[in-house]
């Protein structure tokens, strides 16, 4: 337990001042009998004859801690609490906005109402939100101390209420991967709540790992049979059926059907110079080797792109090479290809800030200005009203859309010269994550009205809360044309070894060494065989 005034933490005092206030705020605004007090904090058989007086002693305590919140560090954020003499005892009045644990209920609440309604994205949201408040069990001092209220016991049990809240939006957004760590464990540590088993068992199957799925199910009805003596619920014993009729209810609604395509026609390519003037066309009076590095690679960026656009669905694609192969080129190329039908998609760009150099979300920020059309030199009063009016374009006047604009504000106004924007991140990478969480629901929603083309540069720089973001973007099959094309170094596979891999909706485009690409294409035949020096090649003989 904590109290924190405008930053700073507060000592409390001894543990029977710390307990008093814990079992107040557990009945934050209500009246608590000075025997009850007296019972919860000492037991029925073993309350002293002192009892009375040390609990006067720790209400005076609490008294003077309180009232000397809000004075050294300014005005308070909003009404300062107080502990109120009441017969027949005391009562905590305090804003439950200022508590974390009623913000938890609050929040868990809207998720779930959200999560009833369908609105699996929304969910998500709050009930991320509600459980980023818990840092460990509730009031674990306490608990040490040899405390055992029923109240706790009711707190713990609504958080896994809450968990389960959050695996089912997750589920229903096609994250089963994702929350899969977190479903094991909450199942090893209570393998007997079985919805949670049953999610477990549901994200298995998703995964293609049906034998592991139909262990988790064994695994849970033996726990059952051996501690309850029952059977799983009707629900489970259905899941474990459908699993094994290979059900295709069990898939993820509207699951794709893959078609072909139509190659798609576009206009020529315009290559340009260092200058920035065009220097020519592919196939033009530009030399062989320039022209060909990364004319294939652009007509497959181009064909997914279209691919995204007409299917609506969302896919990443990176396009990995060491430094000289031309990935930034190819990247600048692309988005100037693709941005020469302006209202059929909208190109944003964005690029990851070196370590230690700028903010870790630079490239985020760059993309949602770009959406907004907010320039590096607006004023951040402008910038939010900016960004308001493109947030309520979006999204209905709402919890979900205030929430959004708060924490996109925070990704747009924050002080790029700081390297972890500690004013606007005060608790370090789970606010990274959840400001990246509503920059992934805006960029979503927005691509559900027109063509989102992301080109990222410099992929391989980002922090691990962005690299999930984007890659996050493309493994939620949810409707919207975003097609996000990310240049990145070979470092990105150093540290995310399996990054992309068995997804549907991503595709990885590696780039050759110029050298070995000039030489195996000016040998082609059909094509000029003299390089810009004016030499003729050697041949290239073939022994066997």
């Known amino acids: 337990m904590q109290l924190v005034d405008n930053g700073r933490t507060v000592g409390l005092g001894g543990m029977k001042q710390r307990a008093t206030l814990g079992f107040l705020l557990l009945r934050a605004n209500e009246v608590v009998a000075t025997s009850h007090l007296l019972n919860v904090l000492w037991g029925v058989d073993g309350t002293p004859t002192t009892a009375r007086k040390i609990l006067q002693n720790a209400v005076h305590g609490l008294r003077g801690v309180l009232s000397a919140t809000g004075t050294a560090h300014g005005p308070a954020p909003g009404p300062t609490p107080e ?10 009045r305090v804003d439950p906005e200022q508590v974390d644990l009623y913000l938890f209920h609050r929040w ?15 969910a998500s949201v709050l009930l991320s939100d509600a459980l980023a408040l818990w840092r460990g069990p509730v009031l674990a001092d306490l608990v040490e101390a040899g405390i055992r209220w029923p109240e706790l016991a009711a707190v713990r049990s609504a958080r896994l209420d809450a968990m389960e809240d959050y695996f089912d939006a997750q589920l229903a957004r096609g994250r089963h991967q994702a929350i899969l760590p977190e479903l094991e464990e909450m199942v090893r540590a209570d393998p007997l709540r079985e919805r949670c088993c049953g999610q477990l068992v549901l994200a298995l199957y998703r995964c293609g790992r049906q034998a592991d799925a139909l262990d988790a199910y064994k695994r849970v009805r033996a726990a059952l049979v ?4 029952l059977e799983p619920g009707r629900g489970l014993q259905r899941l474990q059926q459908a699993i094994l009729a290979q059900d295709p209810a069990l898939s993820l609604a509207g699951a794709e059907t893959y078609a072909p395509l139509t190659p798609p026609t576009y206009p020529e390519p315009v290559l340009v110079g260092p200058a920035g003037e065009p220097a020519g066309r592919f196939g033009g009076p530009v030399a062989a080797e320039d022209a060909r590095i990364g004319a294939y690679e652009l007509d497959v960026l181009r064909g997914l792109a279209e691919r995204a656009r007409h299917r609506d669905v969302p896919h990443l694609v990176t396009v990995l090479g060491r430094r000289g192969t031309g990935k930034s080129g190819l990247l600048r190329d692309f988005g100037r290809s693709v941005g020469v039908r302006p209202g059929e998609q909208r190109v944003l760009g964005g690029r990851v800030s070196p370590a230690g150099a700028g903010t870790p979300l630079a490239a985020p920020r760059q993309i949602l200005a770009a959406y907004c059309g907010i320039g590096p030199d607006t004023d951040g009063a402008t910038a939010r009203a900016v960004l308001a009016r493109s947030v309520r374009r979006l999204f209905p006047p709402g919890p979900t859309s205030e929430l959004l604009l708060s924490r996109l504000g925070r990704l747009l106004v924050a002080d790029p010269a700081d390297a972890l924007p500690t004013a606007a991140f005060p608790t370090g990478e789970p606010h990274h994550a ?42 939620v099959p949810t409707p919207g044309a975003l097609f996000v094309v990310a240049a990145a170094g070979p470092e990105l596979l150093v540290r995310r070894p399996h990054w992309g891999g068995g997804k549907r909706h991503v595709t990885t485009v590696t780039l050759d060494p110029p050298e070995r690409v000039t030489r195996e294409q000016l040998l082609e035949p059909g094509r000029s065989q003299r390089p810009r020096t004016g030499r003729v090649p050697r041949p290239v003989v073939t022994r066997r």
Do not use: S
């Open 434 to 475: 959840r400001v990246l969480g509503a920059w992934t629901q805006f960029l979503r929603e927005a691509a559900q009205h027109e063509l989102l083309v992301l080109c990222v540069d410099d992929l391989h720089r980002a922090d691990d809360p962005v690299l999930d973001a984007f890659e996050e973007i493309a493994e």
């Open 83 to 92: 502990l109120l003499t009441q017969p027949p005892g005391y009562m905590m």
């Open 108 to 122: 868990a609440g809207q998720g779930r109402e959200r999560l009833a309604r369908g609105d699996a994205d929304g």
């Open 226 to 229: 051996e501690n309850l003596g």
